[in-house]
């Protein structure tokens, strides 16, 4: 196991897991999940709407033996579906399951915090979110999720949810890079003893080309995408990079061989101006 961060329930989760977003077929799949085995990651993120969980759990069974590696050397996140917030929880985390193949999973999130198909301001978002979470806790007490916790979602939803839990979520997994920062959020996840996770650190790709990025990469010798990974594990934010290349599964693991200077995380983190390149839940009652 590389370096990782300890989660409330007492369970250690990997800082760098491989993103698995857009990744589609067995042999694509196959080949990006064994570089990313060989160069050293050990924690893997999937979801129901990325319809990827039974090429991904496919993958993990053939290439862990030629590994040496088993099922408890990996840390396997997967996410509810909004499709299946509120009544159809319960199918929506036997399904993921099934579809992985797995008797349990060490993180399960819901994915958003609002209802597939329904309007962002539907008054039945926040009782669906309360009856899906009330799902999760009852598959953590039964130990097929080892830790539940939330994605996308923004302050409110996690002072709601904080509120009325039982279980403390053990992760809340959002958009964060250099031009969002996520300054309110990190810090309720703090008092609240929740690991802020990073999706999209690269902002999709568009922080890439970003000339105070560049000039960041330059100085130290590294690519835009391991300075972008680098500036969030400075701050202990875990990060989930994807990419379809191999190459680039490797490139962006190594993480840990330099460091950023103050000032070069200071000229980073002054890109913050609240831009968001993925969904945007803040509409979401
Ligand atoms: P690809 O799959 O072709 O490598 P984010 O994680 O912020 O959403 O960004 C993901 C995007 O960044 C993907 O389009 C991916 O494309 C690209 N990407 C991932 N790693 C690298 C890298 N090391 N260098 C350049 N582009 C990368």
């Not at 300890?6 to 570089?35: F, I, K």
């Amino acid at each position: 196991q590389g370096p990782s961060v300890l989660l409330n329930t007492g369970a250690h989760m990997p800082l760098v897991g491989l993103g698995t977003y857009r990744l589609q077929g067995p042999e694509d799949t196959y080949q990006v999940v064994d570089a990313a085995l060989t160069a050293g990651y050990r924690a893997f993120d999937t979801a129901a709407v990325y319809r990827n969980e039974a090429e991904i759990g496919q993958a993990l069974r053939s290439l862990l033996p030629k590994h040496g590696l088993s099922r408890a050397d990996v840390f396997i996140t997967s996410k509810l579906s909004p499709k299946d917030q509120g009544t159809k929880a319960r199918d929506g985390c036997l399904r993921s399951l099934e579809q992985l193949g797995l008797d349990y999973i060490d993180l399960f999130l819901i994915h958003w915090p609002g209802t597939q198909g329904r309007d962002v301001r539907d008054k039945r978002n926040p009782e669906n979110r309360s009856q899906s979470w009330a799902t999760l806790e009852d598959f953590h007490k039964e130990g097929k999720f080892k830790a539940i916790g939330v994605s996308n979602y923004t302050v409110k939803h996690m002072q709601e949810l904080l509120k009325s839990c039982r279980v403390v979520p053990a992760v809340l997994q959002v958009e964060f890079h250099p031009r969002l920062a996520q300054k309110e959020l990190r810090a309720l996840c703090e008092e609240s003893g929740v690991c802020f996770q990073a999706y999209s650190s690269l902002g999709t790709g568009v922080l890439l080309t970003d000339p105070v990025v560049q000039a960041v990469a330059q100085r130290c010798g590294r690519t835009p995408a391991q300075v972008l990974l680098r500036w969030a594990l400075q701050q202990n934010v875990p990060v989930l990079p994807k990419s379809a290349q191999p190459m680039r599964v490797q490139q962006n693991s190594c993480l840990f061989d330099f460091e950023l200077s103050e000032s070069d995380m200071a000229r980073l983190s002054a890109l913050d101006c609240g831009e968001k390149f993925c969904w945007d839940p803040s509409l979401v009652v």
